[in-house]
């Protein structure tokens, strides 16, 4: 068994006309920041696409909605689902569930809480582009009551088109204590990939992976940090307000390649996959391309 090493990880996903992630606070509109004009995703979105793949697939998975015969269970039922008797609680847990060995989690038990940290973390992700939120409004299948012949409205928020940069670390310190692998992390990233192309629900229908890239390093505690910062939209157009597809812009990694140069003698291996609509600047040879998805 090998333990999870260190890495860095930038994935690239875009969609048109949609809803990536709304916020309930705020009509569900799309998280948006307004002073960069830039759309945001939360890690909690990201690690829950990964974690609906995962048990898509037949994974354990902890943070998930289940049910007893009094209704939606607690945290303490939860446990106890999964540990049952067993009184190491973490060991149960770990043994079983991949997205606590990733992600960590809280376990409440009778008299005391444990609390593990996850070795693989996600930062808020941001749009590559600026963009705006749209309200469109329709109408329904259904009177508005009974009697009536007027249909019920429809109302959304979308976003006309938006390139996000998810940006993540593991650190390979705490894989040991969570006991993450790196078998775990190619199945995660495998659901990174395939559970963002296959999250097909009204508001997320047609967002697609384009880029995922890892970096792999020869010991813990290194990384460059911010590779979701050091890429760069090209476009013709005269804002990228109007930018709508792939076709639209080119994307510049230069950045990250001169980062990468600096820290050469520290990186073990770097591997991506890249869509092929998506038109980026030559990728070095000694990277190494791999299938994380299909």
């Avoid at 759309?39 to 354990?60: C, M, P, Q, W």
């Avoid at 005391?112 to 996600?122: A, D, R, S, V, Y």
């Avoid at 792939?246 to 996959?273: A, G, M, N, V």
Wanted: overall charge negative; some cysteine.
């Amino acid at each position: 068994m090998e333990y999870a090493k260190q890495s860095e990880i930038l994935f690239l996903w875009d969609g048109e006309n949609w809803n990536p992630n709304g916020d309930m606070l705020n009509s569900n509109a799309p998280r948006y920041d307004e002073i960069s004009r830039k759309a945001l995703v939360s890690d909690v979105r990201i690690k829950r696409t990964i974690r609906d793949f995962l048990e898509s697939e037949g994974e354990e998975i902890f943070v998930k909605e289940t049910y007893t015969d009094k209704g939606l269970a607690d945290g303490k039922a939860r446990v106890k689902s999964i540990a049952g008797e067993n009184k190491d609680v973490e060991e149960a847990i770990l043994q079983k569930c991949i997205d606590v060995r990733a992600f960590g989690g809280v376990f409440p038990v009778e008299g005391q809480t444990h609390n593990l940290t996850g070795p693989m973390q996600f930062k808020m992700s941001k749009s590559l582009n600026e963009t705006e939120i749209v309200f469109i409004k329709g109408t329904g299948a259904f009177a508005s009551k009974e009697g009536q012949q007027n249909k019920t409205f429809r109302e959304e928020y979308i976003l006309p088109y938006a390139i996000f940069a998810t940006y993540g670390v593991i650190n390979a310190l705490n894989s040991q204590k969570t006991k993450l692998t790196e078998e775990d992390v190619q199945k995660i990233l495998h659901a990174l990939w395939s559970g963002t192309k296959n999250l097909i629900s009204r508001s997320k229908f047609g967002q697609l992976p384009r880029f995922l890239m890892r970096i792999i390093y020869k010991e813990p505690g290194v990384y460059i940090g911010g590779l979701d910062n050091l890429v760069r939209l090209s476009t013709p157009k005269a804002s990228q307000m109007e930018i709508r597809s792939t076709s639209d812009y080119t994307l510049d990694i230069e950045p990250i390649l001169q980062e990468i140069e600096k820290y050469s003698d520290k990186i073990e291996k770097i591997e991506y996959q890249c869509d092929d609509a998506l038109s980026i600047a030559p990728i070095p040879d000694s990277w190494e391309r791999v299938e994380f998805g299909v």
